[in-house]
């Protein structure tokens, strides 16, 4: 870890129980999308509604590596992404559209992750999008919309046609551009972005072996839509997020501070 990542003052005992919980929990996430190799230097984000607040979000101090950010280091923003409160990090406003557009029009997207992953961006590029040939993409594309690239998301003209795309479903694929995902807890949305970059990996590397690929059957897909519909939110990340934070501490635990 550097002395950046360290040195930051703990806000443990400035902020509620509830805002530090969400922000280890944020802090938990960037780190894990660091380890699975799925960040893009300093250039895409991970938000969280302020617990008791609509128009508060907390976002990753700009420029700051992923593996560096600490829950301390978070900075408080509204949906314009100014800062709310003092931090000596800046944040990066134009890179905020994409979140503020589905944390405003999304009640239950507590928690917004944006990645440009290269399997991602791959599948982003295909014009048919994610194919039904693996377990995993099955559940994926049981809640999935697309959306159309226009050009780096700088313009807010393009919110409302970015909430109708992704709609009420749990994933996105941003054409040309990359993936989102959205839940109520960062487990949820972590749990929904491994399964959607482990599709479009399984997509790639299938692709590359040169042969003939096997679709999942249609009745099959629907029947995976059926199932996932009936599942419990809770379930969805609650039963792998406590082992994944015990892998993050056996290896560096200072995302808590």
Not at 97 to 117: F, G, N, P, Q, W
Not at 135 to 151: K, M, N, P, R, T
Not at 210 to 229: N, R
């Amino acid at each position: 870890m550097t002395a950046t990542a360290l040195d930051i003052p703990s806000l443990r005992n400035a902020v509620s129980h509830d805002e530090w919980a969400v922000r280890v929990d944020l802090a938990a996430c960037y780190r894990l999308v660091a380890r699975y190799g799925w960040e893009d230097l300093v250039f895409t984000h991970i938000t969280a509604r302020v617990p008791g607040t609509e128009n508060q979000f907390l976002i990753n101090p700009y420029g700051m590596f992923f593996d560096e950010i600490t829950a301390s280091s978070l900075v408080k923003i509204d949906l314009q992404g100014n800062k709310v409160e003092e931090s000596s990090f800046p944040v990066n406003p134009a890179g905020f559209i994409i979140h503020s557009a589905i944390h405003e029009a999304r009640h239950d997207a507590k928690y917004v992750l944006h990645t440009h992953s290269l399997n991602g961006v791959a599948v982003s590029t295909q014009r048919a999008g994610l194919l039904p040939i693996s377990q995993h993409s099955i559940f994926v594309l049981a809640s999935l919309g697309y959306h159309d690239f226009e050009g780096p998301a700088l313009n807010d003209e393009e919110k409302p046609r970015l909430v109708a795309d992704l709609g009420d479903n749990t994933h996105l694929i941003l054409r040309n551009h990359g993936l989102l995902t959205v839940g109520e807890t960062a487990a949820e949305a972590f749990l929904a972005m491994y399964y959607l970059e482990a599709s479009c990996a399984i997509q790639v590397r299938g692709q590359s072996g040169g042969g003939e690929l096997i679709p999942v059957a249609k009745d099959i897909v629907e029947t995976a839509y059926s199932q996932y519909q009936s599942w419990p939110r809770s379930t969805r990340g609650d039963l792998v997020w406590p082992g994944l934070l015990r892998r993050l501490d056996r290896v560096d635990s200072s995302y808590r501070n």
